[in-house]
C-alpha cells in the first residue's frame, strides 16, 4: 500500500543556514510519481516539484533542490540559505500510476526560521 | 484563470446538522479531488471525481459524507448528521491529469 512517511514534525533553523526535509516512501507499483508541497500559514497548499519514478535526477530551482533516491525510497528536500518566509509546513505526497488515482500525503515538517 | 475556489471558508453547525460544501475547480480540469485535513496532519483523500464520475472513495468517507460533480464541473460535498469528530479543513483539489493537484484554500468546519 502506499505510504509517506516524513519523520521530522519540526525543524527549527536560524536564517541562511542550510536544512534539509526528509521523506521515504512506500509503493506497489513500478510507476508513481513524487510531489512536495508547500503550505504556508495562510493554508493554501503550493505546489513544489514534481518527479516521475524513471527519472532519478536530482533537481535545483534556485534555493530548493531535490534528492531522489529509489535505491532508499526517499525524496528528500534541501532549502539553501533559509530565509523566514520559507517558514511553512512542507508535505511530501505519492501518487501511484496503476493503483488508484489518489495522493497520498505525509504528516507533514514543520519548517520555522527565525531571523 | 482565478484557481480553485471554495465556499464557504469557515463553517460554523452543530452537531446533528447538515452541512454542504462547494468546490468550483480550475475550468477545464476533469479531475477533482476531496480531501480533509485536521490539525498537525496531512491532507487526507475522501474522494476524486473524473469529470462527473466518483472514481474512487475513501475508506474515511462513511455513509454521512456524499460528494457530487454534476455535469462534470463544480463540486459538493455535504456532511450528514454532524458529529464533532467531522472538524476538521475540508480541501478541493483539481487536475488537468495526474501531474500535480492544485488546491484551493479549504473550507474550515467546526461542529459544536
Known amino acids: 500500500a502506499q505510504k509517506v512517511t516524513q519523520a521530522q514534525t519540526e525543524i527549527s533553523v536560524v536564517e541562511k543556514e542550510d536544512v534539509t526535509l526528509d521523506c521515504v516512501y512506500e509503493t506497489r507499483d513500478t510507476t508513481y510519481y513524487l510531489f512536495w508541497y508547500k503550505q504556508p500559514p495562510s493554508g493554501e497548499l503550493v505546489f513544489l516539484i514534481r518527479?516521475?519514478?524513471?527519472?532519478?535526477q536530482n533537481e535545483i530551482s534556485g534555493r530548493y533542490s531535490w534528492n531522489f533516491q529509489k535505491s532508499t525510497s526517499s525524496f528528500n528536500f534541501t532549502i539553501t540559505a533559509s530565509q523566514v518566509v520559507d517558514s511553512a509546513v512542507y508535505f511530501c505526497a505519492l501518487s501511484e500510476a496503476n493503483y488508484g488515482q489518489n495522493f497520498v500525503f505525509g504528516p507533514g515538517t514543520r519548517l520555522s526560521v527565525l531571523p | 484563470d482565478t484557481g480553485v475556489s471554495q465556499d464557504p471558508r469557515h463553517k460554523i453547525t452543530k452537531r446533528g446538522q447538515n452541512v454542504t460544501f462547494r468546490c468550483d475547480p480550475i475550468?477545464?480540469?476533469?479531475?477533482l479531488y476531496w480531501y480533509r485535513q485536521t490539525l498537525g496532519q496531512g491532507p487526507e483523500f475522501l474522494t476524486y471525481f473524473q469529470n462527473e464520475a466518483q472514481l474512487e472513495k475513501s475508506r474515511l468517507l462513511s455513509d454521512r459524507f456524499s460528494a457530487e460533480r454534476p455535469k462534470g464541473s463544480f463540486s459538493t460535498l455535504e456532511i450528514q448528521r454532524t458529529e464533532q469528530g467531522d472538524s476538521a479543513m475540508y480541501l478541493c483539489?483539481?487536475?488537468?491529469?495526474?501531474?500535480?493537484?492544485?488546491f484551493g484554500s479549504g473550507t474550515q468546519l467546526s461542529v459544536l
Open positions: 518527479r516521475n519514478s524513471f527519472d532519478e
Open positions: 483539489a483539481s487536475s488537468p491529469s495526474d501531474e500535480k493537484l492544485f
Open positions: 475550468s477545464e480540469h476533469n479531475r
